[in-house]
Each structure stands twice: as C-alpha cells, then as structure tokens.
C-alpha cells in the first residue's frame, strides 16, 4: 500500500543516504516478508558491495517505529516484517475510505466501446468489448478521471444506403414495426445474398440521397438508426453497461468533407486520376489508403480523424478506443495522421484485445451465421441454472458474472476459447466462485451480532487475508496505468482463495471474544474490497446464491 511504501522509502532514504522512491519498494511472496527492498541500486550509486550493505542497513532499521524485522537474502534484498498493529492501522485507514486513497485528477479522458452497426445486431465480437469497455470505464472513473463513455455507433457509410434500398424494394412496415432488428437484420442479408449489380447501383443512389439530406432516405436512416439504439439498449441493461452518450459517424459527416479538403490543400491527401484521394503514408509499415471514393464518399478513417478533432476540440486528455486487435492498422494510420494534422493536445490511444471464440460445437446460432450477442447470454443464464448439485437462485447475475469474468481474468492481448465448464465452475478461477465466495462471507456476517475490531496479535491465515486485502488499491492502479482488468480479475481470485484458506482454518463465531471481533473485521473488509472488485469487473455483487 502506498503509505506504508512510502514511510519505508524515507526511512531507507535516510539510512542509506541515497534517494529512493516508493516505487522501488516491491511486495514479496508472502513467506518471504512484507515488503521488499533490493539494496543493489543503491550499492551501485554508493560503491559498496549489496550484500554487506543490506546487512549493514538492516540492524540500523529494525530501530524503526514501523519495522518488527529485516532479513538479508540473496545477493542483497532487504525483506520486511513490519510492526502488525502500525500496518493493520494503515491498512484501515485505506479500505475504509471510500475512495481507497484515490485522489480525483484534472483529467478528461473519453472511453469509446461497443459501437454497433445500424441495422444489424451485436454479435460474439462484442462480448468481449462490452466487458472491457465497460470495466475499464469503471476503473478510470474509481481512480480519479472525470470519464465520459461514448457509444459511438457505426451509422454512415455505403452499407446503409444498402439495407434502405433493400426495405423499400422487399421490406414491409408491418414487420418492422413487430420486430424491428430482425426484419431491418433479414434484409442486410437479403441484399448480399441475391441483389445484383442493378441493385447494387441503386443502393450506391440511396446512399448518396442520405448525405444529400434527401427527406424519404433521412427518415428511413433516422428510423433504422432509433431502432438499432433502442434494440441494444435492452442489452446493455440486461449487461448492466450505462453510457453518458450515445453519437456516431453521422455526427461527424461534414466535418469529415473538411478533413479531406483541408488535407488536399495541405499536401496530407492527393487526388487520383478517378477522383478518389488517399493518403501516402511513405511508409513499409502503412499502405496507401483512401480516404475518399470516386463517388464523394468518405471513409471511417476521414471521419475518425474529425473525431479527434471534435474531441480534442471538447478538452478531453485522453480518448480511448476499445477495439479488438484487427485494427490494429487501422489505429496506427489514424494516429499518424491525426499527428500530421496537428491533432496534438489529445492523447488518442488504441486499447486493443484479442479475439473470442467457442469451443467447437458448443453452441451454434439459431439465426444464421453469425452467433448473437444475446444468444451468449441466454447461454450462460441456462448453463448457470444447471450447475450440477447447485441450486442457482441467481442464474441470470451468475451467468452474466461468468462471461464477465471469462472476458476479463485473460490479459488484453490474448485469445479466448470459451469453456463453458471452466466458466462456470463454482470452485475454481471463476465469476461464480468470487460471487459465492463473497456471498459466504456476507452469510457470516449475518450471523453475528457484533461488530469487527482489529485487537489482540495475528494468526498467520489471519495475516495473510490481512496483508492480501491491502493490495486491493494497488491492484487497481496497476489495472488504470496498463488499461488492464485482469490484473483487478486475477487479484480477486487470489483474494477469494485466501480468504477460503482463512474460512476453512479461523472459525469465526463462538470463539473468543477478541479472537471473535478480529476475524469478524476481516470478513467486513474483505466484503468491502470484494465488493468494490466485483463492481469494478461489472460483475453484479449477490447476497445469497
């Protein structure tokens, strides 16, 4: 924990007359002490031997107000004990305070996920994104940043010229206004699988009616637009993901025609023969790319780059895109560019992730191809409720917690194959195990009728908990700085395990009264961090199960 770091690094700085910074001070593996310091920078700095001057240094500390014991190991590490009362006190201090230590900072940052296409519905790609989007907005929001979460949805461009085109020539209003995604759905693929090219150059006509403003193909674009917005709604509900706004490329439509002119007259774009503009990146690394048809269409690429503008232009420092890693490309042009127009005093970063899949066979869609987002959690929700020997009052929170989970314990980068078992499974690295490991906590609880209170010495499974809970604030500064959930996942599995191990060897009620309130206070706050864990995951937090 950061206090407790930083009076260890005054205390070396003054005894080794060197500057060392909280920073430098690391948590060791429980058996080996509370914290760590290794002497060899400071050695280097001064011209001593490490090891002679860690031994030198650790008597002169064990005088400390904080320090209980110094060990020596190895080529020159300093382990520490410190005193158990100072550091249960600190830790209090911490979890007890309901920022945990975080201090809000003067930063604006924007965080953009999820991003449905008009017409179509949200697919397995976007389960993995909604998890992240929506926990990484949790996160930044927890340590300090004033976070504006943005759905921007992909709502402009040739494809909808296509499916407007394909409602006037077989939709019918009827069916449209029963089932408004499933009919606008059906005729997407309908004009893939049999328009032909007479087809295909109408639909280009009806797209360039929308840009033109023309009044029948505004109000078709403005009705498919509501009924895409109002059909994800439902599932963002259903997922418990709230959004401070809702824009899309349209927003930034004319913005994007400057973009392209002010790039001409720049020398950023040039013009082909056709009358199409690209960009020449110069570059092995970046193709040419267009970014502006023969026809007079932009592309996303131009409109992406007048939406940094917009929101540079809007104060925020930080404009983060939660987008799966075969984009990458796409994000290392729009930053080169943005660079190129001077689009400076934002800070733009690509949150990138792997991709999801299912194991083969174990699931298919019940409407064509492309397995739906919905379809994912109705799946988790059914498998949930027939956990063998479990009776899962819950199943909807446990089965959404569970593909939260499964999406977030894997660090960003990597794959996901889904196991529905593993991902259900209540006693291993899981969302139900954190759920019901908190849920048996809570039950303890409710058994008693006294209130927690650190007092008499601590058992070692007592400790261990102890000095485990401390780390919660650490855990998520380190989720905020790498954009990264898991480390807040991963941490609330290894909390879960060792407040087990402490629940199977400290029993809580009945025993001395000390004894009693001690372990009663550790079960507050591990509620208290578990909690807060889960909510930062989007995982819904439970009282019974």
Known sequence: MKEVKKDLAEVLSEKLGVE???DDIERPEPEHGDFAYPV??????????????????????????????????GPGYLNFNLKQKIFAERILEVLEDDSFGFEEKDEKALVEFSCPNLAKPM??????NNCI????????RFVGYDVTSENYIGDWGTKHGQVIYAYRKWGSKEEFDEKPMEHMYSLYVKFHDEADEEDKKKAREWSKKIEEGDEEAVRIWNMFREATIDYSQEEYERMGIEFDRVTGESVVADEAQKVVDEGLEQGVFEEDEDGSVYVDFESEKFPSTVVKRDDGATLYLTRDVANIRKREREGFDYNFYIVANEQDLHFQQ?????????????HSEHISYGMLR????SMSSSKGNVIRLSEILDKAVEKASEVEHRDVNNAE???LGAVKYANLSVSRPKDIEFDWDEVLDFEGDSGPYLQYTNVRAKSILRESDKEGELSGEFEKEEYRLLKKLSQFPEKVGEAARGREPAKIANYL??????????????QVIGVEEKTEKRRLKLVEEFVNVSDEGLELLGIEPLEDM
């Open 358 to 361: 299912l194991q083969e066979g």
């Open 40 to 73: 060899m920078q400071a050695a280097s700095e001064l011209g001593e031997n490490p090891r002679q001057l860690a031994e030198e240094t650790a008597g002169e500390l064990e005088s400390s107000d904080i320090v209980n014991s110094v060990d020596v190991a």
């Open 334 to 346: 729009l930053f080169d560019l943005a660079g190129r127009f001077g689009i400076t005093d934002i």
């Open 397 to 399: 929170e446990v089965g």
């Open 493 to 506: 599995s290894e909390l879960c395990e060792e407040f087990n191990s402490f629940y199977h060897s400290c």
């Open 133 to 140: 989007g929506d926990s990484l907005q949790r996160i930044m």
């Open 123 to 128: 697919h397995i790609g976007h389960v993995r």
């Open 20 to 22: 060392i910074s909280e």
